[in-house]
């Protein structure tokens, strides 16, 4: 992107620079709790194709709809809302910020809801896996990498769908991690945001 095109992209979302520049989990948890009133409208005209995609592709794949779902970094629910539109009704929600899920508890999509950093292989009994994964819009700078995505993997059961974006500049640096698992690439899909 040409510098003064990135000038106003980052003038038009002061949010995106302040998420993606956080030197650690506290502090990307803090920030999280700080936006979280606003987060919905901040990301509306970026991201609000996204929930609405992801539901329609798991439908797709995953038609069960008592097929038990972890909305991995979930935050204010976008993604439940938009499976429990298409009527799944059995959806974990976990993230780090408490005020981020507060908010999408209030959605009343989810089952369960637990704050917890994705990294944490205890963050379920060892007998919990589920049908499938979704991380939208978490694995980004400073948020979740490589261990994030393995550890997720545990809690897939066998034959289950991980459902993640990627933005385009991040994937690099998740490639080989993404390679290594044990597991077949479905479908994949571009979309261009943040133009
Ligand atoms: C850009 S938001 C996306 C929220 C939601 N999935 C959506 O599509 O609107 C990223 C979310 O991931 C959560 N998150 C990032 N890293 C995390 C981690 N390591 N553990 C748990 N949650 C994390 C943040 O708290 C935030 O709510």
């Known amino acids: 992107m040409p510098e003064e095109q990135a000038?106003?992209?980052?003038e038009a979302r002061p949010w995106l620079s302040g998420i993606c520049d956080t030197q650690s989990t506290e502090e990307l948890k803090n920030k999280y709790d700080g936006w979280a009133k606003t987060y919905d409208r901040d990301v509306r005209k970026d991201w609000s194709f996204m929930p609405g995609n992801i539901a329609r592709t798991l439908s797709q794949l995953l038609p069960q709809k008592e097929s038990v779902i972890l909305d991995a970094g979930a935050g204010t629910?976008?993604?439940?809302e938009a499976l429990a539109q298409k009527e799944y009704s059995n959806i974990t929600a976990v993230d780090l910020?408490?005020?981020m899920l507060a908010i999408a508890k209030e959605r009343e999509v989810y089952k369960a809801l637990h704050q917890s950093n994705l990294e944490d292989s205890q963050m379920f009994s060892n007998s919990v896996t589920f049908d499938a994964i979704?991380?939208?819009?978490?694995f980004a700078y400073a948020h979740a990498g490589v261990k994030v995505?393995?550890?997720l993997f545990c809690f897939l059961k066998e034959e289950g769908i991980f459902l993640l974006t990627i933005r385009e500049d991040y994937r690099p640096q998740m490639q080989t991690a993404l390679e290594g698992l044990p597991w077949t690439l479905v479908s994949e899909e571009h979309f261009p945001i943040y133009i």
């Open 134 to 138: 979704i991380a939208a819009g978490v």
């Open 97 to 99: 910020s408490e005020k």
């Open 7 to 10: 000038k106003d992209f980052l």
């Open 149 to 151: 995505l393995n550890n």
């Open 77 to 80: 629910g976008l993604v439940g």
